[in-house]
């Protein structure tokens, strides 16, 4: 029996910021994945990173940053779909990102308070898809994998959490949560 539901914040909940920022200001060929590695891992800072780009592109940072807040995109589907959700399951996020960053970004859109458990990996120390990350948040909302289901937008961190028998979904679009929604009805 299932009794927790797991999403991924960037890319499911929300639009992915960082991405849309290095292809926008810096190319498509800018390298872009060591720099979400150290701040997904708390040694590089959101803020920092809008320096860089500011810095690199020849943008002031506050048009990078008035950019960046434009693009912060909140799925309202995927949010009323945890509304609904809530009475059934325990609702865990585990995203990798910079903690202050994300903890804002829920704050100001008052999402925090859907979440019975958070785990973000500039806190916790552990990216996806290593499977540390997976056994963390599911012993913050006490749950087995095996009465967990988990949502994300790479097909990595789906695999991964599917060979710790967790079943999971590939996130592209709302038709994708379709059977979970009907199941909520």
Request: hydrophobic letters at 45%.
């Amino acid at each position: 029996m299932k009794k927790a539901i797991i999403f991924d914040f960037f890319g499911v909940i929300c639009s992915n910021i960082n991405y849309f920022l290095a292809d926008k200001y810096l190319g498509k060929d800018f390298d872009y994945e060591p720099f979400s590695k150290q701040i997904d891992l708390g040694k590089f800072t959101e803020e920092q990173f809008i320096g860089v780009v500011a810095e690199k592109a020849k943008q002031p940072i506050e048009h990078v940053l008035a950019d960046m807040k434009n693009q912060i995109l909140i799925n309202g589907q995927v949010i009323e779909l945890i509304k609904k959700a809530r009475s059934k399951y325990k609702i865990g996020l585990l995203s990798d990102a910079d903690a202050t960053f994300l903890r804002k970004i829920l704050n100001d859109h008052k999402l925090a308070g859907y979440f019975d458990r958070i785990a973000i990996s500039s806190e916790t120390g552990f990216l996806k898809p290593d499977e540390r990350a997976f056994k963390f948040i599911l012993n913050a909302l006490d749950v087995e994998a095996g009465q967990a289901i988990f949502i994300d937008d790479r097909i990595a961190n789906v695999e991964a959490a599917r060979n710790l028998e967790i079943e999971s979904i590939l996130f592209r679009n709302m038709d994708d949560l379709l059977f979970l929604a009907e199941q909520l009805k």
